[in-house]
């Protein structure tokens, strides 16, 4: 997907532009891209010095170099100068999984933010994350960046994670397909995606000291499931290792998760980068950690002079420190950064607004609407809008992920946010201006706002519209967790507009679950996420039913925090707010897992209590039936069944089949899903087939996983806790490799 870019880079061939356009007559033996990424890379070896190599295995925060920075350098993550002599390019690095980060550079700059992870997994749609990775890496590119520190592939264990919206799900399947689909498409621009942060980094609160404890088995079965297929589908060039320990070791040091699972029993063939900080010994590189980010954030730039002299003193391998620079210099190859070097500019903010609004109205959920309050109708003629900041943007979520299109606004952060986050930012597409435009444009109503800050005078603004649309938002950011209670009293602003008017809806904005004490007074909820550059015109289409509603929760919602497995956030009473910049005097402690795989819809099928929305769930404007369930076994399960639209409008449905019993084992586990889009009446028969891995238990002992003989059940449903047609079959008994 190389829209504006292949021409710029036919025009740069000619022009000499980067280290790679050398003249052909002087074409190393490395450039012949009929060669495999490993021979190329082995070519360019036998010419490096250990200082050549060691060169590639450290770099710099452009952002913390001052006046070091040469020219050319952007503001950005990461830079590592390449080895110039060997026309081996420079890595240049940008984050970040929504699109390219620039905060820094303030609200003139043209990156175009994608909705956050949580609405890219809620389309349940891997060509929607295709097309939005395959949008962002382009944009890096005409950035000037190759490595994006895209692909946050973290389970959403902790619903109070800041971080959620950078990641994608609770369940390991759905995780590990949209950040594979998210990283091909990102790859796709000849640039690197890493997948971040290997391992368990899912709370912000103590990620610099905290230690996760869980069973090993559960720990396959759950978090390292979820990177185990991000990383199968989506070949990352890099994996970045996060800042966490697990087990008392740092994730950037861990033998066992570096070199044991992820080279080791997968395979996997790129280089592993720290994350920014979380380097803390030479040992690290005998560990698996291949390359040091962010250097001036470490107590010592460990991968420099230190790992040189424990090459001299025998400490590390020599053939280790070549086979990191080779890891590095693979993926280059392999991603085509050496052959199609980037090339700044032609960026089409237009087209690529089109992609990041198609993916936030394909992750839009309706989780409630009775009466048929939504869509809104013509008959709606006087719309009062309140809240949520509606006529300036759309929230997003804040940390070094943040994307910064024009016309961003930023406000202060609340008090706790750390210290180098930038405030929150709204992205400039206002929902109220994109009412308006319907309501009284196309409709000649009437749309009235109000800005929710006093709960009684909104409500007096409510009294006697048609409809009333509450916008309610929560902010989160790396470095800090958030409370799943909605801040600054519009818990009580939303009871209070609900109370005066009785088709009041809800529009959430919000980075994770939130809790919605008011759900039984409102007819109709919408969950919006962050929805990117163009979430105003997305929020508005899926109100007036322009697109069908049609995303699906990627996250349980929970009725109470006593629902949770960890009522209590670990480590909250003494680290509210964690930042870089404060790691010193953190007191390491223990965030235990007991829950183990069970996490999020299983944990509420386990305990038998009732989230207020389950894992799954998400209405659309029409209705669908399930019929036909047939199930097959053998080596895995086959389910296949025919979804009709049974309502009067197109619709678009993801029925997803669901695990219930293992041979005895009872958990339940998505096993697939499908979405289909059907006409009124129309049906189709689709087929789902389970992942091996997910009918299977991990078995320590025997280090492989362990399909048992005996009868499978599943059940087809809208969503985790809605079986519609229930099935099973018998799996004969299989041991697969790890
Ligand atoms: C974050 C990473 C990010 C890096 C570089 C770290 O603080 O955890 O996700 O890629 O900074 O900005």
Redesign the pocket.
């Known amino acids: 997907m190389l829209r504006h870019n292949h021409l710029l880079a036919a025009a740069c061939a000619v022009a000499l532009c980067g280290p790679a356009a050398a003249a052909p007559a002087a074409k190393p033996a490395w450039m012949d891209a009929k060669l495999t990424p490993d021979r190329r890379a082995e070519l360019v070896l036998a010419k490096m010095s250990l200082d050549d190599q060691i060169a590639l295995l450290h770099g710099d925060?452009p952002?913390l170099m001052g006046a070091k920075r040469p020219a050319g350098v952007q503001v950005?993550?990461?830079w590592f100068p390449g080895v110039p002599r060997l026309g081996v390019p420079p890595l240049y690095?940008s984050?970040?999984?929504l699109g390219v980060?620039n905060a820094r550079r303030g609200p003139k700059d043209d990156a175009t933010a994608l909705p956050s992870g949580l609405a890219l997994a809620a389309t349940w749609d891997e060509q929607a994350a295709f097309a939005g990775g395959a949008m962002i890496g382009m944009q890096a590119r005409q950035k000037g960046f190759n490595v994006l520190?895209a692909g946050?592939t973290n389970l959403i264990r902790e619903p109070r994670n800041g971080?959620n919206f950078?990641y994608l799900s609770e369940d390991p399947l759905l995780s590990g397909r949209i950040a594979g689909a998210s990283i091909r498409g990102i790859q796709s621009n000849h640039i690197i995606s890493?997948t971040?942060?290997y391992l368990a980094?899912d709370q912000e609160t103590g990620?610099m000291v905290a230690s996760v404890e869980i069973d090993p088995a559960a720990l396959r079965e759950s978090d390292l499931l979820a990177f185990e297929i991000a990383i199968e589908e989506g070949q990352p060039g890099s994996v970045?290792c996060?800042?966490n320990r697990i087990g008392g070791t740092y994730a950037c040091e861990h033998p066992a998760m570096l070199n044991g699972v992820l080279k080791g029993d997968w395979g996997w063939k790129g280089f592993v980068m720290s994350?920014?900080?979380?380097v803390h010994s030479v040992d690290a590189a005998v560990a698996g950690l291949d390359q040091e980010?962010?250097q001036q954030l470490d107590k010592q730039v460990f991968f420099d002079a230190p790992l040189k002299a424990a090459v001299k003193g025998g400490k590390v391998p020599a053939a280790r420190v070549h086979d990191m620079a080779h890891r590095v210099l693979r993926a280059m190859f392999a991603e085509g950064l050496f052959d199609h070097p980037v090339v700044p500019g032609g960026l089409d903010t237009a087209a690529d607004g089109a992609v990041a609004q198609r993916a936030a109205e394909g992750g839009i959920v309706l989780l409630k609407n009775e009466r048929g309050v939504l869509p809104l109708a013509a008959a709606a003629r006087k719309i009062v809008v309140i809240g949520g900041r509606a006529d300036v943007g759309v929230m997003s979520g804040g940390?070094?992920?943040q994307v910064m299109p024009v016309g961003s606004q930023t406000f202060p952060a609340p008090k706790g946010a750390p210290s180098w986050g930038g405030g929150v930012v709204f992205h400039p597409s206002a929902p109220l201006a994109a009412i308006k435009a319907r309501a009284q444009g196309r409709l000649g109503g009437e749309v009235v706002f109000n800005d929710g800050s006093d709960p009684a005078a909104a409500a007096a603004a409510a009294k006697g519209a048609d409809v009333v649309l509450v916008f309610a938002d929560q902010w989160a950011s790396?470095?800090m967790d958030v409370s799943l209670t909605l801040s600054d009293n519009q818990d009580a602003l939303v009871a209070a507009v609900a109370a005066a008017n009785p088709n009041t809806v809800v529009v959430l904005q919000t980075g994770a679950p939130v809790l919605a004490p008011w759900a039984g007074q409102v007819p109709a909820i919408v969950e919006a996420w962050y929805p990117g550059s163009r979430g105003g015109e997305a929020i508005a289409r899926v109100l007036f039913g322009e697109v069908d509603a049609q995303g699906r929760l990627p996250v349980s919602f929970p009725a109470s925090l006593g629902q949770l497995p960890r009522p209590e956030l670990p480590g909250a009473k003494d680290f509210v707010v964690e930042g870089?910049a404060n790691v010193a005097p953190m007191k390491p402690f223990d965030i235990r897992y007991d829950e183990g795989s069970d996490v999020g819809y299983r944990w509420f099928a386990k305990t038998g209590s009732a989230p207020l929305f389950p894992f799954g769930r998400g209405l659309s404007y029409t209705s669908f039936r399930y019929s036909g369930l047939k199930v097959a076994g053998g080596r895995t399960l086959v389910a296949s069944f025919t979804v009709t639209n049974t309502g009067k409008r197109p619709g678009v449905d993801t029925p997803q089949v669901y695990l219930t019993d293992l041979a005895g084992r009872k958990q339940q586990r998505l096993i697939g899903w499908s979405k289909v889009a059907l006409k009124p009446g129309e049906s189709r028969t689709v087929t789902v087939s389970a992942d091996p891995r997910l009918t299977a238990s991990w078995d320590e002992a025997g280090h492989g996983w362990r399909v048992a003989a005996g009868t499978y059940s599943v059940f087809v449903g809208a969503d985790a806790a809605s079986p519609s047609l229930r099935g099973e079959a018998r799996l004969a008994a299989a041991r697969l490799k790890p």
């Open positions: 925060f952002t950005s993550a990461g690095e984050d970040a999984s980060a520190l946050g971080r950078e890493t971040k942060h980094n990620r970045m996060s800042y994350d920014w900080g979380a980010s962010g940390g070094s992920s790396e470095g870089l």
